[in-house]
Protein backbone atom coordinates (compact mmCIF):
# COMPACT_ATOMS: atom_id res chain seq x y z
CA UNK A 1 0.00 0.00 0.00
CA UNK A 2 1.09 3.51 -0.94
CA UNK A 3 1.37 6.56 1.09
CA UNK A 4 1.29 8.81 -1.47
CA UNK A 5 -1.12 11.69 -1.66
CA UNK A 6 -2.53 13.96 -4.88
CA UNK A 7 -4.27 17.31 -4.32
CA UNK A 8 -6.34 18.58 -7.05
CA UNK A 9 -8.13 22.05 -7.08
CA UNK A 10 -11.29 21.70 -9.42
CA UNK A 11 -11.63 25.40 -10.65
CA UNK A 12 -12.88 25.02 -14.10
CA UNK A 13 -16.55 23.83 -14.99
CA UNK A 14 -15.78 22.91 -18.39
CA UNK A 15 -16.61 18.89 -19.46
CA UNK A 16 -13.31 18.17 -20.63
CA UNK A 17 -11.41 19.97 -18.15
CA UNK A 18 -13.78 17.74 -15.12
CA UNK A 19 -13.25 15.07 -17.36
CA UNK A 20 -8.98 15.29 -16.96
CA UNK A 21 -9.24 15.95 -13.85
CA UNK A 22 -11.85 12.74 -12.70
CA UNK A 23 -10.02 10.41 -15.06
CA UNK A 24 -6.69 11.30 -13.07
CA UNK A 25 -8.35 11.12 -9.57
CA UNK A 26 -9.47 7.86 -10.26
CA UNK A 27 -6.20 6.48 -12.52
CA UNK A 28 -4.46 7.94 -8.32
CA UNK A 29 -7.39 6.19 -6.73
CA UNK A 30 -6.82 3.13 -8.67
CA UNK A 31 -3.16 3.01 -7.41
CA UNK A 32 -3.68 3.81 -4.14
CA UNK A 33 -2.89 6.73 -3.38
CA UNK A 34 -5.15 8.93 -1.37
CA UNK A 35 -7.15 11.63 -3.35
CA UNK A 36 -8.99 14.75 -2.68
CA UNK A 37 -10.71 17.07 -4.85
CA UNK A 38 -11.40 21.18 -3.78
CA UNK A 39 -14.29 22.82 -6.11
CA UNK A 40 -13.82 26.41 -5.96
CA UNK A 41 -15.83 28.79 -8.12
CA UNK A 42 -17.08 27.35 -11.55
CA UNK A 43 -15.66 23.62 -10.39
CA UNK A 44 -18.86 23.64 -8.25
CA UNK A 45 -21.10 23.27 -11.08
CA UNK A 46 -19.83 19.69 -11.71
CA UNK A 47 -20.94 18.98 -8.29
CA UNK A 48 -24.34 20.18 -8.46
CA UNK A 49 -27.33 17.87 -8.60
CA UNK A 50 -30.01 18.84 -11.35
CA UNK A 51 -32.67 17.17 -9.21
CA UNK A 52 -32.25 19.67 -6.20
CA UNK A 53 -32.22 22.80 -7.59
CA UNK A 54 -33.46 25.22 -5.59
CA UNK A 55 -34.51 29.05 -6.35
CA UNK A 56 -35.85 29.67 -2.20
CA UNK A 57 -34.25 31.64 -0.15
CA UNK A 58 -32.43 33.36 -3.10
CA UNK A 59 -31.22 36.72 -4.02
CA UNK A 60 -31.80 37.75 -7.41
CA UNK A 61 -28.76 37.78 -8.48
CA UNK A 62 -27.87 33.88 -7.03
CA UNK A 63 -31.67 33.17 -8.75
CA UNK A 64 -29.49 34.39 -11.68
CA UNK A 65 -26.52 32.62 -11.06
CA UNK A 66 -28.67 29.28 -10.44
CA UNK A 67 -30.39 29.61 -13.80
CA UNK A 68 -27.52 30.66 -16.36
CA UNK A 69 -25.23 27.93 -14.88
CA UNK A 70 -24.75 24.32 -15.37
CA UNK A 71 -26.74 22.45 -13.49
CA UNK A 72 -24.44 19.18 -13.07
CA UNK A 73 -22.11 17.32 -14.84
CA UNK A 74 -24.04 16.50 -18.08
CA UNK A 75 -24.55 20.52 -18.70
CA UNK A 76 -20.54 21.72 -18.97
CA UNK A 77 -19.89 23.07 -22.05
CA UNK A 78 -16.53 22.22 -23.48
CA UNK A 79 -13.71 24.66 -23.39
CA UNK A 80 -12.82 25.10 -26.78
CA UNK A 81 -14.84 24.39 -29.29
CA UNK A 82 -18.22 23.86 -28.38
CA UNK A 83 -20.22 26.11 -30.79
CA UNK A 84 -23.35 26.41 -28.79
CA UNK A 85 -23.06 22.31 -27.92
CA UNK A 86 -22.29 21.13 -31.08
CA UNK A 87 -19.05 20.52 -30.36
CA UNK A 88 -19.68 18.84 -27.13
CA UNK A 89 -22.35 16.70 -29.08
CA UNK A 90 -19.19 15.87 -30.86
CA UNK A 91 -16.75 14.89 -28.60
CA UNK A 92 -19.48 12.73 -26.52
CA UNK A 93 -20.26 10.76 -29.70
CA UNK A 94 -16.35 10.37 -30.54
CA UNK A 95 -16.43 9.06 -26.54
CA UNK A 96 -19.34 6.49 -27.09
CA UNK A 97 -17.76 5.34 -30.97
CA UNK A 98 -14.43 4.39 -28.96
CA UNK A 99 -16.58 2.88 -25.88
CA UNK A 100 -14.93 5.01 -23.65
CA UNK A 101 -16.57 6.25 -20.28
CA UNK A 102 -18.46 9.73 -20.26
CA UNK A 103 -18.00 12.30 -17.36
CA UNK A 104 -20.51 10.92 -15.37
CA UNK A 105 -19.09 7.89 -15.21
CA UNK A 106 -15.86 8.99 -13.62
CA UNK A 107 -17.99 11.21 -11.22
CA UNK A 108 -19.62 8.49 -10.17
CA UNK A 109 -16.65 6.06 -9.69
CA UNK A 110 -14.82 8.72 -7.86
CA UNK A 111 -17.52 8.78 -5.36
CA UNK A 112 -17.46 4.92 -4.91
CA UNK A 113 -14.25 4.87 -4.64
CA UNK A 114 -14.88 7.32 -1.53
CA UNK A 115 -12.27 10.15 -3.31
CA UNK A 116 -12.52 13.04 -0.78
CA UNK A 117 -14.85 16.40 -2.25
CA UNK A 118 -14.20 19.10 -0.97
CA UNK A 119 -15.83 22.25 -1.74
CA UNK A 120 -14.55 25.79 -1.05
CA UNK A 121 -16.90 27.49 1.57
CA UNK A 122 -16.51 31.29 -0.04
CA UNK A 123 -16.97 30.08 -3.68
CA UNK A 124 -20.63 28.03 -2.21
CA UNK A 125 -21.65 31.23 -0.80
CA UNK A 126 -20.95 33.90 -3.46
CA UNK A 127 -22.07 31.96 -6.43
CA UNK A 128 -25.24 30.68 -3.94
CA UNK A 129 -25.27 27.55 -4.00
CA UNK A 130 -27.58 26.26 -1.37
CA UNK A 131 -25.37 22.66 0.60
CA UNK A 132 -28.28 20.28 -0.33
CA UNK A 133 -28.39 21.71 -4.22
CA UNK A 134 -24.67 19.77 -4.45
CA UNK A 135 -23.68 16.05 -4.13
CA UNK A 136 -23.92 14.33 -0.65
CA UNK A 137 -20.19 13.63 -0.41
CA UNK A 138 -19.35 16.92 -0.63
CA UNK A 139 -17.80 18.47 2.13
CA UNK A 140 -17.75 22.23 2.36
CA UNK A 141 -14.32 23.64 4.30
CA UNK A 142 -12.34 27.07 4.06
CA UNK A 143 -9.58 27.26 1.69
CA UNK A 144 -7.04 26.46 4.94
CA UNK A 145 -8.56 23.37 5.06
CA UNK A 146 -7.62 22.68 1.94
CA UNK A 147 -4.21 24.20 2.17
CA UNK A 148 -2.97 21.80 4.67
CA UNK A 149 -4.51 18.78 2.90
CA UNK A 150 -2.68 19.90 -0.18
CA UNK A 151 0.87 20.88 1.65
CA UNK A 152 0.58 17.05 3.02
CA UNK A 153 0.12 15.71 -1.03
CA UNK A 154 3.10 14.63 -3.25
CA UNK A 155 1.05 16.23 -6.26
CA UNK A 156 -0.91 19.07 -6.76
CA UNK A 157 -2.60 19.91 -9.94
CA UNK A 158 -4.88 23.12 -10.77
CA UNK A 159 -7.61 22.42 -13.34
Given at each position: ?T ?20 I ?15 F?F ?10 K???E ?103
Open positions: MDKKMSLLMFSGEYDKAMAGLLANAAKDIEVDVTMFAWGLTLLRDPDMTTDKSVYEKMMSWMTPKGPEELPLSRMNFGGLGKLMLTEMIEDNEAPKLIHYLKGARKKNIRFYACKLSVEIMGFKPEELIPELEIVDAQTYLKDALQSDIQLFI
